[in-house]
C-alpha cells in the first residue's frame, strides 16, 4: 500500500469530555467540535486511550522518542519552565532518533507547525530532531496575540529564527498548516505534519480578546480570566482550523490515504470537562491522564468504530511508524505498542499495561485490564476503572493481594527505568490558595 500521509495534532490541556463526540456539553453559540466530532464518526475513536503523563513536556518527550520519558533528563521536568532557557541538558537531545527523523528517513516530508516545548535553543530545536520546518513557539506557553511567554519574551519562530506576526495564534498556525498541505499536496513524497495547538491552554482568550493582551502580559496563567463560554470558543477556533485543513486535503484529493489522529497531551485544566473522571493537569486520577484519541483514516479506518483498547501516547507514535513502514531504530527499542491491528479492526484487542509516574506528590500508576493501582502523597488506592470511573471505590482494603501484586507489578517496572533525578523541578502555577478545590 502506498505511504499515507500523516497529521498529528495535539491540543494542549484538552480535557476528556470537552469534546461533543466525548460527551461535552453544547457551548451557548451551538455544537463546540462539530469538525472534529465529525471525524470521530467518520473514523475510529478510543474511550480508554491515554496521555504518557498529565503534564506537557513528558509526554511530548514519549510522543517523540515512541519511549517511556523517563528515560530523557530533560522529561523529568514537570514540565520544562523558562528557568530551561539555555540549559544543555534539559530538552530532547539531537543524536536521539525521533518520530519525525524516523519518518523523515523512510521518505516523509515533515513539519513541526506548532507548540515545541523539548528544550531551547542553542542546544535544541525542532529542526536538530528531524522537523524540516518548524513555526511555532518553544516554551510551554504564550499569549494568542502577544506570542510573548511567560517572561515577556517573545516566542514565535520560524526555523531557528524569530519571526514575528500579527494575528490569533490558532489561527495562524490553522493557515499555516493549510499552507503546508497545498505545498506538499504537489510533491510526490508523503509528509508528517505534527499540528501542536496551543489552544486550549492558558491565557484564556478566543479570537476577539485581542485587547485583552496587555493586562494579561506579565500573568499568563490568567487566574482572574476566563470562563467556560471563553474556553469552549478557543476550542471551537481550533476546530474550525481543523476543518479548513481536512478541506485542503479533500480539495487535493488526498484525505482518503491521509491518517489524521487527534489528542491533548494531558488531561483537562480549570475550566475543561472531564466528566465522570476526577482530577486533570498534574493528577494521575483519570482526569489528569485520560485523553481524547480519534483516528480518521478512510483507507484503512472504518466510519464509526468505537474501541475500548487501552493505549498510551508512544503506542501511537509506533503506530505511525508502522503505518508509514518505518522502522525504529535498533539501539533505542520503542516501549510504545503499534495499534495498527487496531485501525484495521475495531475490535481487536491485546493486553496493555501502562505505568506512569510523577516527582510531583510522589504519584504512581498502573493501569492493567479493568484495574489500576494508584499512589498520591503515600496513599494507595485500588480502583476497578470500568465500575467506578471517577475513582472513588478504593479497594485498596478490600483486596490486599491484588493490591500486592500491582504494587509488586508497577515496582518492577519503575526499577528498569532511571530513578527521578536530584534537582528535577514541579512547577505549578498556582495553589489551593488561589483557586479552591473540590
Ligand atoms: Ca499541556
Known amino acids: 500500500m502506498k505511504q ?6 495535539v491540543a494542549d490541556d484538552l480535557g476528556y469530555a470537552d469534546l461533543g463526540c466525548y460527551g461535552g456539553r453544547d457551548a451557548v453559540f451551538g455544537p463546540v467540535s462539530p469538525v472534529l466530532d465529525g471525524l470521530a464518526a467518520k ?5 480508554q486511550g491515554y496521555a504518557n503523563s498529565p503534564v506537557c513536556s513528558p509526554t511530548r518527550f514519549a510522543l517523540m522518542t515512541a519511549r517511556y520519558q523517563y528515560r530523557l533528563r530533560g522529561a523529568a521536568e514537570e514540565p520544562i519552565n523558562s528557568k530551561s532557557r539555555g540549559s544543555a541538558t534539559l530538552g530532547l537531545p539531537p543524536e536521539h532518533p525521533t518520530l519525525p527523523s524516523l519518518l523523515r528517513d523512510a521518505g516523509y516530508r515533515t513539519a ?3 507548540k515545541w516545548h523539548l528544550g531551547y535553543l542553542p542546544n535544541f530545536s525542532p529542526l536538530r530532531s528531524g522537523y524540516e520546518e518548524f513555526f511555532g513557539p518553544t516554551s510551554g506557553g504564550v499569549d494568542y496575540f502577544t ?4 517572561t515577556g519574551q517573545h516566542d514565535l519562530n520560524f526555523g531557528e529564527q524569530e519571526q514575528r506576526h500579527e494575528g490569533y495564534l490558532t489561527d495562524l498556525l490553522s493557515h499555516r498548516a493549510v499552507d503546508y498541505v497545498n505545498r506538499m499536496a504537489l510533491q510526490p513524497a508523503p509528509f508528517f505534519l505534527s499540528l501542536h495547538y496551543t489552544a486550549p491552554h492558558w491565557p484564556w482568550e478566543t479570537r476577539d480578546d485581542a485587547s485583552k493582551a496587555p493586562a494579561i502580559k506579565d500573568n499568563l ?4 480570566g476566563g470562563n467556560i463560554h471563553i474556553y ?5 477556533h481550533m476546530d474550525e482550523g481543523i476543518g479548513w485543513l481536512m478541506a485542503a486535503l479533500e480539495k487535493h484529493g488526498i484525505a482518503r490515504n491521509t491518517l489524521v489522529v487527534f489528542t491533548s497531551d494531558n488531561g483537562g485544566e480549570r475550566f475543561s470537562d472531564n466528566w465522570p473522571l476526577v482530577g486533570g493537569k498534574m493528577d494521575l486520577t483519570e482526569g489528569g491522564i485520560r485523553v481524547p484519541w480519534v483516528a480518521h483514516w478512510p483507507e484503512m479506518v472504518k466510519p464509526g468504530g468505537e474501541s475500548t483498547q487501552h493505549c498510551m501516547t508512544m503506542d501511537w507514535s509506533v503506530t505511525l511508524l508502522d503505518a508509514a513502514g518505518a522502522a525504529t531504530h535498533p539501539d533505542y527499542p520503542p516501549d510504545g505498542v503499534s495499534l495498527l491491528p487496531v485501525l484495521r479492526d475495531a475490535s481487536h484487542h491485546f493486553h496493555r499495561p501502562l505505568h506512569w509516574r510523577m516527582n510531583h506528590r510522589g504519584q504512581r500508576a498502573l493501569r492493567d485490564g479493568d484495574w489500576k493501582y494508584l499512589m498520591v502523597d503515600g496513599n494507595e488506592y485500588l480502583f476497578n476503572i470500568p465500575a467506578d470511573e471517577r475513582e472513588r471505590a478504593n479497594h485498596a482494603r478490600l483486596e490486599p493481594a491484588r493490591l500486592d501484586a500491582m504494587r509488586a507489578a508497577w515496582q518492577a517496572w519503575d526499577a528498569t527505568m532511571p530513578a527521578i533525578p536530584a534537582g528535577a523541578t514541579v512547577s505549578l502555577g498556582y495553589s489551593y490558595q488561589d483557586m479552591p478545590q473540590r
Open 4 to 9: 499515507p500521509n500523516i497529521i498529528f495534532i
Open 43 to 47: 473514523g475510529l475513536k478510543f474511550t
Open 112 to 114: 513541526l507547525i506548532g
Open 147 to 150: 506570542h510573548c511567554d511567560s
Open 221 to 224: 496563567f490568567d487566574l482572574a
Open 232 to 236: 469552549r470558543r478557543m476550542i471551537h
